[in-house]
C-alpha cells in the first residue's frame, strides 16, 4: 500500500517563484527521502531527512519534517525551468528497511 | 553520488518472447538491489528484492515466474520479463542501496522503457 502521499498533484507556477509540496505518510519511519524524476528518466535522490531532524538545506531546497504530524514538506525556492519534474517523497516501509515506499508524486511545471 | 546503470534504456518487443534488463552498481558492492515498476503517471511499485548469492524476494502479487531475477554477483542485477505481454508494458527501474551510517541512501538507475507489441 501506499505510504506517502504528496499534495498536491500538480502544481504550476512562474520562474523565479517558489515551490511547495507537501507528503503525508502513516507509519512510524526512520527516514524520509525526496526525489526527482525528469519524465521517463530515472530518479534523482535530492535530500534525506532523518526522523530526529526537523528540517534540512541543501542548496534551493528546504525539507521539513514533522513526526507528530507524520507529515513531511519540499520547499524549492527561486524555481527554475529546469526544476520542471516529477517529485516524489519515499519512507522506509519498515522501520530502517532499504525498501522504499513511495508517494504517487507532484508534477511540477516551471514556466519560464 | 554512487552510480547505478541500466540498461537498455528502452525496449520493443513482441507478445511472447523474454526481456532481460541489466543493472549495474558501477563504483560500489551492492548485496540487495530492489526492482520497481511504474505505470504512466503513477508512483513506484516495488516488485522484488533482488540478493545476491540467494532468491530474489518478490512483493504480494508479483509472479515470480514471469518476472525472472537473478543477483550473480555484487555489482550485476538482471530482471527478465519473460513472455512478455501487452500488459507488462510498463517503466522498469532498480536500485541499489549503500549503507551510509546511520542512514541507507538508494541510487537508482535511468531505468527501463518496456513496450510489447
Known amino acids: 500500500s501506499q505510504q506517502g502521499e504528496e499534495d498536491p498533484q500538480a502544481l504550476s507556477i512562474q520562474e523565479g517563484e517558489n515551490a511547495t509540496m507537501n507528503c503525508s505518510y502513516k507509519?512510524?519511519?526512520?527516514?524520509l527521502q525526496w526525489y526527482r524524476q525528469n519524465s521517463g528518466r530515472g530518479l534523482v535522490h535530492l535530500i534525506l531527512?532523518?526522523?530526529?531532524?526537523r528540517e534540512k538545506h541543501s542548496g534551493r531546497l528546504r525539507v521539513t519534517l514533522d513526526t507528530s504530524k507524520k507529515s513531511s514538506s519540499l520547499l524549492i525556492t527561486a524555481s527554475r525551468a529546469a526544476d520542471t519534474a516529477s517529485y516524489f517523497c519515499?519512507?522506509?516501509?519498515?522501520?530502517?528497511?532499504?525498501?522504499?515506499?513511495f508517494g504517487k508524486g507532484t508534477k511540477l511545471t516551471v514556466n519560464p | 553520488g554512487a552510480v547505478v546503470s541500466q540498461h537498455p534504456s528502452w525496449v520493443i518487443c513482441k507478445s511472447g518472447t523474454s526481456v532481460k534488463i541489466e543493472c549495474r552498481s558501477l563504483d560500489f558492492q551492492a548485496t540487495t538491489m530492489f526492482w520497481y515498476r511504474q505505470f504512466p503517471k503513477q508512483s513506484l511499485m516495488l516488485m522484488a528484492t533482488s540478493n545476491e548469492g540467494s532468491k530474489a524476494t518478490y512483493e504480494q502479487g508479483v509472479e515470480k515466474d514471469k518476472f525472472l531475477i537473478n543477483h550473480a554477483s555484487l555489482t550485476l542485477s538482471t530482471l527478465t520479463v519473460t513472455s512478455a505481454h501487452p500488459e507488462d508494458s510498463s517503466f522498469y527501474i532498480c536500485?541499489?542501496?549503500?549503507?551510509?551510517?546511520?542512514?541507507?541512501?538508494?541510487?537508482f538507475g535511468q531505468g527501463t522503457r518496456l513496450t510489447v507489441v
Open positions: 519515499a519512507t522506509d516501509r519498515d522501520y530502517g528497511s532499504e525498501k522504499l515506499v
Open positions: 536500485s541499489a542501496a549503500t549503507p551510509i551510517f546511520p542512514d541507507t541512501e538508494a541510487f
Open positions: 507509519t512510524s519511519i526512520n527516514n
Open positions: 531527512i532523518r526522523s530526529n531532524e
